[in-house]
């Protein structure tokens, strides 16, 4: 496939650079939607889809957003995020280019196969290859809501989501699809803070390869020729338990970044420095995965089950649901 790399870890190295030039995109599309247009897809307001008026007609590199009807998010490298009404979050594909509509296709394929449940976020409906539309949670995602708080979690409420996040992982798989990016943040959080598994655009499903990998922190070492696999996303899976219980991701120290980095994003000097920091860092973690070498879990509530990810002892998650529920009680 066009988007599989055969390092993984370049995407945190695309991520860096995107990252470091899509914010002040960001705030010149926000300033030309208050204005009334963007450039970049369409999105189609002709009166005859009035009874849609978020309608979608895919135009290379231009994007039509009605003055106060959609809130952009985010730029991504292959799609753009809106907020509509508050209540909808629609990723469109950045330009008509297969590369950048396949995402979105693959994760519309994803939801028509997972349906509706309630570890899975609601996709309210869906486009062949131009829209995603998936319901808006203003608790946003756990990576997030955790952050500064994991110190005055309620145990009780952590041990909730833990659990939900293994039976998110165990549905997928169940329907024969591999997520392929694990990770905390791509869990969100309800109105009644209860965990749903989201952001499916590089997930894998049968007769089709991921379209990308985890990145170095939750990534099993292994052919990266070869496709993904549950235990490829089991593993990641326990680093994704590893967040939830700690509020960092495994080796997040190897990560040194330098403050001022942000201050001098469109200076070519501090974006290569900080990749090659991250290539280190990356490379690193690998090794250490590699070598069995793991972050200490010793004392975690669940850390038979991380360890069990990490390890491969852990074989389904099925497996690690049901050792979860026997620690519940």
């Known amino acids: 496939m066009m988007l599989k790399l055969i390092r993984p870890f370049m995407w945190r190295i695309w991520s860096t650079v995107w990252n470091l030039i899509a914010l002040p995109i960001s705030v010149a599309s926000q300033f030309w939607l208050w204005l009334g247009r963007v450039e970049g897809p369409s999105i189609d307001t002709n009166t005859s889809t009035s009874s849609n008026p978020f309608h979608i007609t895919v135009e290379e590199h231009r994007i039509t957003v ?27 594909p950045r330009s008509n280019t297969h590369e ?51 110190d005055k979690l309620d145990f009780d409420l952590q041990r909730k989501w833990f659990r939900q996040i293994i039976e998110a992982v165990n549905i997928i798989h169940k329907h024969g699809v591999i997520h392929s990016d694990l990770a ?23 007769g089709h390869v991921a379209l990308g990998y985890e990145e170095a922190s939750h990534c099993l070492p292994r052919d990266y020729e070869a496709p993904n696999s549950v235990t490829s996303d089991l593993f990641a899976l326990g680093s994704t338990l590893y967040e939830l219980s700690t509020g960092k991701t495994p080796y997040s120290e190897l990560y040194q970044t330098n403050s001022q980095d942000h201050l001098h994003s469109g200076d070519h000097s501090v974006i290569r420095a900080r990749i090659q920091r991250e290539q280190q860092a990356d490379q690193e973690i690998e090794n250490r995965y590699r070598n069995q070498k793991f972050p200490d879990v010793n004392g975690l509530w669940g850390e038979s089950i991380i360890l069990g990810c990490w390890k491969g002892t852990i074989t389904t998650a099925e497996e690690a649901l049901n050792i979860c529920v026997e620690l519940e009680n």
Request: aromatic share 10%; net charge negative; with cysteine.
């Open 100 to 150: 950048d509509s396949q995402p979105i296709l693959r994760e519309a394929m994803i939801y028509s196969i997972l349906g509706k449940d309630p570890r899975i976020a609601e996709c309210l409906s869906l486009g062949q290859t131009d829209f995603v539309d998936t319901k808006y949670y203003s608790n946003g995602d756990l990576a997030a809501f955790i952050s500064d708080q994991i």
């Open 184 to 206: 905390l943040r791509q869990f969100f959080l309800d109105d009644d803070l209860n965990a749903r598994l989201g952001d499916f655009n590089s997930a894998q499903y049968p």
């Open 66 to 92: 009605p003055p106060g009807n959609g809130k952009l998010l985010k730029i991504g490298i292959f799609a753009e995020v809106y907020l509509k009404d508050d209540a909808i979050v629609r990723k469109v």
